[in-house]
């Protein structure tokens, strides 16, 4: 291998990113795919389950922003070390709930709240770093790493499901724990990217849409339209599109977050629930590795808007399932919901919006979201305790249609707009 060969292989950084995306991801599967899994067996209620994750969810919409303004400003703290620093938090409060899972439950529940906070508070630091990284001039294929992710969550969901049937929920924990410490490790060991303050500014190619400087025609534009009325006015179909999201997010978390209950009422148990968790991040993948095909037949808006109708038809098929059996196949339209939207809307709001607005763009996505996130899990307790696994599925199916109805108008008023 020539030096100049040798120096480009050191420049990607696609597997040490990977990594992180995978460790970061199965902690994801374990904390919150099994939290109903723990807190049921700390004795907690449905109601009470929901209204802790909602917490988490509206917490962390509080507090990260202001997370992200500390690490812009700061000079002495990199987004590395603080990935560090909240691996190392998460490691310790896994650690004090293997402890106290016998003993009281309001210290067991706040000690998950706060450990389900810290994990949302690191997704932002996770995808920086990649961005960091591609700033710097280092080569790192995203899609790629995001995959690792999802087999991660894959892996990890079903390894949980096995196991746990012998153990019990103190194994969640321990999964938190592992998947915390090899973060941690993984984080240590990639490489430190320049401060954001310390570079020279140059175009990239890979970091489409990155911030202006202050001073360039673009910050000025950027502060002149920078109200949310003015974003909105700009792009009405994105703001039809940003309501359908919001059911059909709340749809998303009854089946993802619940699915111990809906199990249950098929007549099965946590392995059924790990089995199915990981043929769904399985066929996830499929979408990522194919997606650069499917832009060539339609564009992204296309696939963005339609991504809502698999989302509804889960959910409904998942109420209709009349047995644990059924519900494997139902795992074949995952791709084309969560899949599917995951990928799109990225390009969607890349492609659709000018410049200056795309961040913003991404923002609000992220914003309706964990909105999405808080209702679901408040409403689904209710519901669960109230009405059941059907209340909450039935719920779950009207207001996804409602949602998809919504994505499929802001297709339409996108037409109307590009003919005038």
């Not at 998947?179 to 140059?202: G, I």
């Not at 970091?207 to 910050?219: I, Y």
């Not at 919901?337 to 410049?355: H, Q, R």
């Amino acid at each position: 291998m020539t030096m100049k060969h040798r120096a480009r292989a050191s420049r990607d950084l696609t597997f040490p990113y990977a990594l992180l995306q995978m460790f970061y991801w199965m902690n994801m599967a374990v904390t919150a795919g099994y939290a109903s899994f723990f807190l049921l067996g700390a004795k907690l209620t449905n109601s009470q389950i929901g209204l802790l994750l909602a917490s988490g969810g509206l917490l962390s919409a509080l507090i990260q922003p202001l997370l992200a303004a500390f690490a812009d400003r700061s000079y002495s703290l990199s987004v590395r070390f603080l990935m560090m620093l909240m691996s190392a938090l998460l490691l310790v409060c896994s650690l004090l709930l293997v402890f106290l899972f016998h003993g009281n439950i309001a210290a067991v529940s706040v000690i998950y709240l706060l450990a389900y906070l810290i994990l949302l508070l690191q997704q932002p630091f996770l995808n920086a770093i990649g961005a960091e990284s591609i700033d710097a001039g280092r080569r790192l294929n995203f899609g790629l790493s995001r995959a690792f992710g999802s087999a991660g969550y894959m892996a990890a969901a079903f390894l949980l499901g096995q196991f746990s049937v012998h153990t019990g929920p103190v194994l969640v924990p321990a999964g938190i724990a592992a998947a915390s410490f090899a973060l941690l490790l993984s984080s240590a060991a990639y490489p430190q990217s320049p401060k954001r303050s310390q570079k020279v500014a140059r175009p990239s190619e890979d970091h489409v849409g990155s911030a202006p400087s202050e001073n360039s025609p673009a910050a000025t534009q950027l502060r002149a339209e920078g109200s949310i009325f003015s974003f909105f006015a700009r792009y009405p179909q994105y703001a039809v599109a940003l309501v359908g999201l919001l059911p059909i997010f709340i749809g998303h978390i009854y089946i993802n977050n619940y699915l111990l209950q809906i199990v249950e009422s098929k007549g099965a148990g946590s392995s059924s629930m790990g089995n199915l968790m990981s043929v769904a991040a399985l066929l996830e993948l499929t979408v990522m590795l194919v997606y650069g095909k499917l832009r060539t037949w339609r564009p992204d808006p296309f696939w963005f808007r339609i991504s809502g109708i698999f989302f509804t038809l889960k959910v409904l098929l998942t109420l209709l399932a009349p047995t644990i059996g059924f519900l494997y196949p139902v795992q074949l339209i995952q791709p084309l919901g969560w899949g599917l939207l995951s990928v799109s809307s990225v390009y969607y709001i890349n492609e659709t919006m000018a410049p200056s607005d795309k961040v913003k763009g991404q923002a609000f996505f992220t914003a309706v979201f964990t909105l999405g996130n808080v209702l679901g899990n408040l409403t689904a307790g209710l519901l669960l305790d109230h009405g059941g696994v059907f209340a909450m599925l039935l719920c779950g199916s009207i207001v996804s249609a409602i949602g998809a109805a919504l994505l499929l108008l802001s297709g339409k008023l996108q037409a109307n707009g590009e003919k005038t």
